[in-house]
């Protein structure tokens, strides 16, 4: 008998939820055709390593744990308006469409969130649902940006509910900052949100200045993008940086990701360069901490790249070796975020602490002024528009995409191996347990477990991404690890002098 390895919700919107009124929208329910095409194509959909898990209607009193009861009266009260009444009551409520089957899907869609990650939490398996509509930009009392009600909040407030977990983590790469999540959490204690997104100093979508660095908002941290055309290796970077060992300090026992793939290469919406292996990759690294990680659809508008990215992740979350992305020099922006994020919370962990001291050591900028990072400016207001909001890319435009995807894909059918980690970094039984530093052109350290955790996230994962972590939790004392006076010498080792670090 095969065994189970991912759970999956899978969604076939049997009733559609899709704008009744005649107006191009790029948030339909092709989004779901294609990624059900695309796992039965591949054979997954089918795969006996897959559990799939039954779907039902969340009730309203499981829905009233994030949301006002007023809010959903009136989402249910859509259910039997007619197209003019629909059209009048999104107006009230930033981009968002409703017609009669919205009530119902909203509904499967959050009942959905709540069993994956209760499914998740109780067997230690990992898992996935895609459905919509998407959740993230949902707020307490009202709905914003495609989303209803926030899917994933509400799964977080039942999982620490039924006592599943005491901690839960959300890491939200969708390339739209995660506002409704962080907003519906902050009452909640023991749940922190991790948002990457497209910011521009607030002049993209949704121009709020708390989803920038510098909010006062205790439960999330924002990594926030101030350019475009960022890459697997800066994502990266963000994941080995600031994620990953955030992760290991609030010790949560479950993760839910917010798994937008608008980041994607192609993306109307985003203007990102993140391929199916950058998303794979990410969600392995979180699989890698030893949490079970349940991940839930929000965003993906390329439809090409969403199937593709779907594919990939759930192959990741199977276990499947995942591509491996191309390491490049960090982008300047990425490491002015990273900055800005250390400056701001460098004391607040000791891996951070010991982070800074390192860049100290090869003469990078410690701090960087607590300026006003928000040059934005909210210039929507209700009646919100209902219509032309979305125009399509050119044809031309999608076909020079899809040929740059399918040239991407095509590259993966033959997988290299991992690269050799020990002909760059070696161990010595004679040095001090948390010695790091340089001998013989290579990374030398000792076999303390605070030295070898902050190896791995900062060097060897760099190296090799798809390296798999140390699962343990044992804490690690980082401000124990000593530098040799030589550390230096790493940067003129060939090997290393994309990693990240170097570029800070």
Same mark, same amino acid.
């Given at each position: 008998?095969?065994?189970?390895?991912?759970?999956?919700?899978?969604?076939?919107?049997?009733?559609?939820?899709?704008?009744?009124?005649?107006?191009?929208?790029?948030?339909?329910?092709?989004?779901?055709?294609?990624?059900?095409?695309?796992?039965?194509?591949?054979?997954?959909?089918?795969?006996?390593?897959?559990?799939?898990?039954?779907?039902?209607?969340?009730?309203?009193?499981?829905?009233?744990?994030?949301?006002?009861?007023?809010?959903?009266?009136?989402?249910?009260?859509?259910?039997?308006?007619?197209?003019?009444?629909?059209?009048?009551?999104?107006?009230?409520?930033?981009?968002?469409?409703?017609?009669?089957?919205?009530?119902?899907?909203?509904?499967?869609?959050?009942?959905?969130?709540?069993?994956?990650?209760?499914?998740?939490?109780?067997?230690?398996?990992?898992?996935?649902?895609?459905?919509?509509?998407?959740?993230?930009?949902?707020?307490?009392?009202?709905?914003?940006?495609?989303?209803?009600?926030?899917?994933?909040?509400?799964?977080?407030?039942?999982?620490?509910?039924?006592?599943?977990?005491?901690?839960?983590?959300?890491?939200?790469?969708?390339?739209?900052?995660?506002?409704?999540?962080?907003?519906?959490?902050?009452?909640?204690?023991?749940?922190?949100?991790?948002?990457?997104?497209?910011?521009?100093?607030?002049?993209?979508?949704?121009?709020?200045?708390?989803?920038?660095?510098?909010?006062?908002?205790?439960?999330?941290?924002?990594?926030?993008?101030?350019?475009?055309?960022?890459?697997?290796?800066?994502?990266?970077?963000?994941?080995?940086?600031?994620?990953?060992?955030?992760?290991?300090?609030?010790?949560?026992?479950?993760?839910?990701?917010?798994?937008?793939?608008?980041?994607?290469?192609?993306?109307?919406?985003?203007?990102?360069?993140?391929?199916?292996?950058?998303?794979?990759?990410?969600?392995?690294?979180?699989?890698?901490?030893?949490?079970?990680?349940?991940?839930?659809?929000?965003?993906?508008?390329?439809?090409?790249?969403?199937?593709?990215?779907?594919?990939?992740?759930?192959?990741?979350?199977?276990?499947?070796?995942?591509?491996?992305?191309? +390491? !490049?020099?960090?982008?300047?922006? /990425?490491? #002015?975020?990273?900055?800005? *994020?250390?400056?701001?919370?460098?004391? @607040?962990?000791?891996?951070?602490?010991?982070?800074?001291?390192?860049?100290?050591?090869?003469?990078?900028?410690?701090?960087?002024?607590?300026?006003?990072?928000?040059?934005?400016?909210?210039?929507?207001?209700?009646?919100?528009?209902?219509?032309?909001?979305?125009?399509?890319?050119?044809?031309?435009?999608?076909?020079?995409?899809?040929?740059?995807?399918?040239?991407?894909?095509?590259?993966?059918?033959?997988?290299?191996?991992?690269?050799?980690?020990?002909?760059?970094?070696?161990?010595?039984?004679? +040095? !001090?347990?948390?010695?790091?530093? /340089?001998? #013989?052109?290579?990374?030398? *350290?000792?076999?303390?477990?605070?030295? @070898?955790?902050?190896?791995?996230?900062?060097?060897?994962?760099?190296?090799?991404?798809?390296?798999?972590?140390?699962?343990?939790?044992?804490?690690?004392?980082?401000?124990?690890?000593?530098?040799?006076?030589?550390?230096?010498?790493?940067?003129?080792?060939?090997?290393?002098?994309?990693?990240?670090?170097?570029?800070?």
């Amino acid at each position: 008998m095969t065994e189970k390895r991912v759970f999956l919700i899978m969604d076939q919107q049997e009733e559609r939820h899709d704008q009744p009124w005649s107006s191009y929208h790029i948030e339909t329910s092709k989004r779901l055709d294609v990624i059900y095409e695309r796992l039965q194509t591949t054979g997954l959909l089918n795969d006996p390593r897959i559990e799939h898990l039954p779907r039902r209607e969340a009730t309203e009193q499981e829905i009233r744990g994030v949301h006002t009861e007023r809010y959903v009266n009136d989402v249910k009260a859509t259910e039997t308006m007619i197209e003019e009444q629909q059209e009048q009551f999104c107006s009230k409520y930033e981009d968002i469409f409703v017609n009669f089957a919205t009530w119902k899907r909203a509904k499967l869609a959050a009942a959905s969130a709540i069993d994956l990650v209760t499914s998740v939490a109780i067997n230690k398996t990992p898992g996935i649902a895609f459905i919509r509509p998407p959740g993230h930009h949902a707020m307490p009392d009202e709905g914003c940006g495609f989303c209803i009600f926030n899917n994933v909040a509400i799964a977080a407030k039942e999982a620490l509910r039924s006592g599943l977990a005491k901690k839960v983590m959300i890491v939200d790469y969708d390339v739209h900052a995660a506002n409704g999540t962080q907003e519906c959490i902050e009452s909640m204690e023991n749940v922190k949100l991790i948002s990457i997104h497209r910011y521009e100093n607030g002049t993209f979508w949704p121009n709020m200045p708390q989803t920038g660095i510098y909010h006062n908002y205790k439960n999330t941290m924002n990594l926030p993008l101030n350019t475009i055309g960022l890459n697997d290796s800066d994502y990266f970077a963000l994941f080995t940086h600031i994620i990953l060992p955030s992760i290991y300090d609030f010790q949560p026992d479950l993760i839910i990701i917010s798994s937008g793939f608008d980041a994607s290469l192609g993306d109307p919406e985003g203007y990102m360069n993140v391929t199916p292996a950058g998303f794979a990759t990410m969600v392995r690294l979180l699989q890698n901490t030893g949490v079970p990680v349940a991940a839930i659809l929000e965003g993906g508008y390329f439809l090409d790249a969403l199937a593709a990215d779907s594919e990939w992740v759930l192959r990741a979350l199977l276990g499947e070796q995942v591509p491996p992305i191309q +390491v !490049e020099p960090l982008n300047p922006f /990425i490491a #002015d975020t990273i900055s800005r *994020i250390l400056a701001r919370d460098g004391q @607040k962990t000791s891996f951070f602490r010991k982070l800074q001291e390192l860049r100290k050591l090869f003469g990078c900028k410690l701090s960087v002024e607590e300026s006003r990072d928000y040059k934005g400016e909210r210039t929507v207001h209700p009646p919100y528009e209902t219509r032309g909001i979305y125009t399509p890319f050119p044809e031309e435009k999608i076909d020079g995409f899809k040929e740059q995807l399918n040239s991407i894909l095509k590259s993966y059918e033959s997988i290299e191996k991992n690269c050799d980690i020990s002909q760059y970094i070696s161990q010595d039984d004679t +040095v !001090e347990e948390n010695f790091l530093g /340089i001998r #013989d052109g290579k990374l030398l *350290i000792g076999n303390g477990k605070a030295v @070898k955790r902050f190896v791995e996230l900062l060097f060897i994962s760099s190296l090799n991404p798809q390296h798999v972590v140390d699962n343990s939790f044992d804490d690690a004392d980082f401000d124990l690890i000593k530098f040799g006076d030589e550390l230096k010498d790493l940067k003129n080792i060939p090997t290393f002098q994309n990693c990240a670090i170097f570029q800070l």
